[in-house]
């Protein structure tokens, strides 16, 4: 098949050999699960179950809230111990509504309802158990999956991310090696949810076993593997459908605009999951990696999982870490607290030494333009990054800073060590804090308005009520006196 | 020659003199469409921290140049851009020390129930009832502090809000002093 | 401070120092040509250029009350003097590479606050301000053939020995000259003008911009580096060549032939090293083609018709100036936009 170029991108040590060979295992049963409530992009999910109550494995803890949200699921079976606040995986360390649930040991499922011929389910069928199953991007973006099915009905080409183009993360790679015809069931659901006509996977090809084993699954079926070059940010929604299409997402719009639905490969297997077993999302596969990790792995972990449980998995450190991260090195968050938990969306625990991060204090820019050959959307990291640091956030914004996909290609290659990705988020933070005080102060400029107004009307009426008293006394008083003057007149 | 030079120029000075006092009398604009338009801009709570009395004052200043874009605590800098950009002036804005959002917080222990908070606020903020404990609504406080100022007990202060998942961004990065 | 660091937690293993270090090793083959060829004076020459730019960087560095050990391990101030060096008379006097160097690192980098925020490449401004203002001692050239002991050579350095008897002229100038006394190319270049000697640097000339080759071989090691990229040299040499070739093909006794202006002057030199300066060159591919295109033609039309014999240095603030007005136009295509900025419209197949 005839590839299309990706414009820029970059070529970091892959790293993926610490674990690639690694079968996928799975974690031993933790004591106690950590489970957030917001763990996909929207609305967080409300709890629907109280402290002390006993769940079963896959029942239902907090239910979706709203158009854009997602469902979340006991991960195993036990008792509900704490419904509160529990430190986030997010580089925050913000604490984020959290529901504790302590094992019980047993595993129990509960009553689950699988289909036996998922493949003739009508299309918005699969996309509500999909919905009702809680589950959403695994790629790492954890939107939604039924409401992107939803809105992607009658595209044209659905695109399989099996790209994992992020160094050190074997997850995906491992998933396709050992789970390759129950993926193959997945996207051909995903495929009949929304009638795609053309069916990609795409591999890059520094995963020869994935694609073979690919291959082998999808043999006899419409889904057709592509081996991809690696280069990153292969995996990236806009730049993979780039490389298989030719085509570009028009800015700030979606996908499923140019007739295109990317999913992931791990997501296809949760969907597989979801309809023919009848099992919601509640474990993913997270890749444990790293220079500071004895034995790096691939494991099947709950969500929920304290992190720490992992890195004991793989028989915790060689040497101390320097740097924790969730998800892969180039666009994951580091963490320092290990209790987080492991979520619908953790890729990767990854403990790193300070000679893997490479990273040095900043120098001045040079302009050498690295990052402009870097960039795969053709920004101007530099420009963009000199106008954020001289408080010149709209001049960013006309450099396209909104067109930005903050993948770090940019900050990955500078020489200069410049904290270019760093500037673009804070940027963006900051106008999106911007655009939130602006509407907040729409609404008290109301606010002041209706009060002067009411104020105005109080004291009018007020005055109103007194000229009418002062009327009537008036009226009384004269009253009065034309009656002494009338009772004069008579006496007299 | 010297003359005819003398005398062109001074006739193409009157014309054009002539020309301007005519425009200035005829195209004049009536009052300065600016000023609502800045005022538009304000928060409208006429809390007065400019120094200026309330918002149309500050305006006012404002259009006439004589007040800084920076002029406004509870608009922070997201209202010195938008002014900066309104009246056309570059807005020195890193200089700004912008102490981040604040809201007014009532410590219950402390509060009597005066009602005086809540009668002054300008965005009906504060809600209560004599002898009964105020409260916030944080999406209608502009912090402008006037509560601060009225409460007898001290129990109204204005804290910054707190940072949650949902409003949390990177901060600036801060380069060292050889970049 | 957020003691959270942002990603990415990788980095390619790339450094400021690295990138100046990789250029300075690309300039050693070129230099030691011309240390050989033009013997000890020539050595004298660069070291004092360079601990010049170093002394007196540290000295302003200083003064800013900044880190002056960072400052002068980044290594552009010592490009900047080498550079310089390489672009002087060899026999210049010591106080040319002093006056050089300082002006260089001083006025044309540090004042403007430091390194990446100048507009005009600083070996090149210096070389202008030189030229201009000691025109005499920059253009006395020297031919190969005798070079001196190292005693002679302190002496033609430090004490400014006149160094008559071994005076020759740079081709470029000799061409000049001969114009001026009507004789045309046929003649002037005879004796002058050998292909070989021409592609060796066994001329008279700058310190090191004569080995055209040895130049050519840095340069392309840049490239394989990826310090550099082809664009903006070979926009330059294409801009030097063709209206070379236009017109010595219209009139061959007045224009020389693009062979003669490729070899000569510091076109090698600028073409690899100067225009290739990241700070003050545009940002993106087609901005540094355009701005080599305009370098290279600017410094053939100044050779042609100026009135000095070489053109390179002029050419090249020239077009630094429009830098700014290049990188204003000429930007990238952002993805899922046109070349305007503005959303790519989707075409409605159903």
């Keep these: 098949m005839k590839l299309f170029d990706l414009k820029g991108g ?298 720490q449980e992992l890195i004991d998995f793989a028989d915790g450190y060689v040497q101390p870490a320097s740097r924790l991260v969730l998800g892969g090195p180039m666009m994951g968050q580091q963490f320092t607290n290990t209790n987080v938990p492991v979520v619908k969306g953790s890729s990767g625990v990854l403990a790193l030494m300070t000679t893997e991060i490479g990273q040095s204090e900043a120098s001045p820019c040079i302009r050498c333009s690295t990052c402009v050959r870097a960039c795969p959307v053709g920004l101007l990291p530099l420009e963009m990054a000199a106008h954020i640091r001289a408080a010149d956030l709209t001049g960013a914004v006309a450099l396209g800073l909104k067109d930005c996909i903050a993948c770090g290609s940019c900050s990955y290659v ?30 008290t400029k109301k606010l002041a308005d209706a009060r002067l107004e009411r104020i105005a009307r109080i004291e009018r009426e007020r005055a109103e009520a007194a000229a009418r008293r002062k009327a009537a006394r008036e009226a009384k008083e004269r009253a009065a006196k034309e009656a002494a003057a009338k009772a004069a007149e008579e006496a007299v | 020659m010297l003359f005819a030079a003398i005398i062109s120029l001074t006739l193409l000075g009157t014309a054009l003199g002539l020309l301007l006092g005519v425009a200035a009398r005829y195209l004049k604009v009536e009052g300065n469409p600016l000023v609502a338009e800045i005022e538009q801009l304000l928060p409208g709570s006429q809390c007065g921290q400019c120094g200026y009395p309330g918002c149309t004052g500050a305006a006012q200043a404002l259009a006439d140049g004589g007040a800084a874009v920076t002029l406004c605590p509870p608009g922070g800098i997201a209202l010195a851009q938008a002014l900066a950009a309104k009246l056309g002036v570059d807005a020195d804005l890193s200089g700004v020390e912008d102490k981040g959002p604040m809201i007014a917080e009532v410590k219950e222990e402390i509060c009597i129930g005066c009602t005086r908070c809540f009668k002054i606020c300008p965005t009906d903020a504060i809600m209560g009832a004599a002898q009964q404990i105020h409260v916030v609504f944080r999406e209608a406080c502009t912090a402008c502090g006037k509560c601060v100022d009225v409460c007898p007990t001290e129990s109204v202060t204005l804290q910054p809000i707190p940072v949650t998942l949902q409003s949390w961004y990177w901060n600036k990065p801060i380069l060292g002093s050889a970049a | 401070m957020n003691p959270i660091a942002h990603s990415p937690h990788a980095h390619a293993p790339a450094s400021i120092g690295k990138v100046m270090a990789t250029v300075l090793l690309a300039l050693v083959p070129a230099t030691l040509f011309g240390f050989w060829l033009y013997g000890w004076p020539a050595v004298n020459l660069w070291a004092v250029a360079l601990i010049a730019a170093i ?133 002037a270049l005879v004796g002058y003008y050998t292909p070989m000697d021409m592609l060796w640097g066994s001329r008279a000339g700058s310190l090191g911009e004569t080995a055209a080759v040895l130049l050519l071989i840095g340069g392309l090691f840049l490239i394989a580096r990826r310090i550099i990229t082809w664009h903006a040299p070979f926009a330059m040499l294409l801009g030097v060549a063709v209206p070379a070739l236009l017109f010595n093909a219209i009139d061959a006794n007045h224009y020389a032939g693009p062979m003669v202006h490729l070899l000569s002057g510091g076109l090698m030199l600028g073409a690899f090293f100067i225009v290739t300066d990241p700070v003050t060159s545009p940002n993106t591919a087609l901005g540094q083609f355009i701005f080599g295109l305009g370098c290279g033609m600017l410094t053939w039309i100044i050779r042609t018709w100026g009135g000095y014999p070489e053109g390179v240095a002029f050419a090249v603030l020239l077009m630094n100036a429009a830098t700014p007005i290049i990188d204003q136009y000429v930007k990238p295509r952002i993805y899922g936009r046109d070349r305007k900025g503005v959303a790519l419209v989707v075409k409605k197949e159903l």
């Design chain 1, 10 to 307: 970059v070529h970091p040590e892959g790293k993926k050999n610490l674990s690639a060979e690694r079968r996928i295992r799975a974690l031993p049963l933790p004591k106690k699960l950590y489970v957030p409530m917001q763990q996909h992009i929207g609305a967080p999910a409300a709890p629907v179950v109280n402290v002390g109550d006993h769940v079963f494995k896959g029942q239902l803890i907090a239910s979706a809230q709203g158009n854009v949200s997602a469902a979340v699921h006991a991960p195993t079976s036990g008792a509900i111990t704490a419904l509160g606040d529990h430190v986030a995986p997010h580089p925050s360390g913000l604490p984020v509504p959290t529901i504790t649930l302590e094992s019980d040991g047993k595993d129990e499922w509960c009553a689950i309802q699988g289909c036996e011929q998922p493949l003739e389910l009508a299309a918005e069928e699969i996309a509500a158990r999909v919905g009702a199953a809680g589950i959403v991007g695994l790629g790492g973006a954890t939107f939604p999956s039924a409401l992107k099915l939803n809105v992607s009905r009658g595209v044209q080409t659905l695109i399989m991310n099996g790209g994992e183009c992020e160094p050190y993360l074997t997850c995906d790679d491992r998933i396709m090696r050992e789970r390759a015809v129950e993926i193959v069931e997945g996207i051909l659901l995903i495929a009949r949810a929304v009638d795609a006509k053309k069916i990609l996977v795409g591999i890059e090809d520094n995963k020869p076993e994935a694609i073979e084993a690919m291959q082998a699954a999808a043999q006899g079926t419409a889904v057709k593997v592509v081996t991809m070059p690696s280069m990153y940010p292969m995996g990236s929604e806009k730049q993979i459908i780039q490389v298989l299409t030719g085509l570009e997402v028009p800015a700030g719009g979606r996908p499923a605009d140019i007739g295109v639905l990317v999913h992931n490969v791990a997501t296809a297997f949760a969907v597989q999951q979801a309809i023919r077993y009848g099992k919601p999302l509640i474990s993913r596969i997270v890749t444990v990696s790293g220079g500071a990790i004895k034995t790096a792995c691939n494991v099947e972990a709950l969500v929920g999982t304290p992190v």
């Design chain 1, 414 to 443: 500078c020489p200069a060590h410049i904290p270019l990705v760093h500037f673009f988020n804070y940027a963006k933070g900051d106008l999106a804090a911007q655009e939130r005080s602006k509407l907040k102060q729409e609404a």
């Design chain 3, 55 to 187: 002394a007196g960087e540290a000295f302003v560095v200083r003064m800013q009350g900044r880190k002056v050990r960072t400052v002068i391990m980044d290594g552009s101030g010592i490009l900047t003097a080498w550079l310089l060096a390489l672009s002087l008379p060899p026999y210049a006097p010591w106080w040319i590479a002093v006056l050089g160097s300082l002006f260089a690192v001083i006025i044309g980098k540090q004042v403007f606050g430091g390194l990446g925020q100048n507009v005009f490449n600083p070996a090149m401004a210096a070389r202008v301000m030189l030229l201009i203002s000691f025109p005499l001692e920059m253009t006395t050239w020297v031919a190969p053939s005798q070079a001196p002991g190292l005693l002679e050579s302190l002496r033609i350095t430090f004490l400014s020995q006149p160094i008559d008897g071994m005076a020759s002229a740079s081709l470029l100038g000799h061409v000049k000259t001969e114009f001026t006394r009507g004789i045309g190319l046929d003649q």
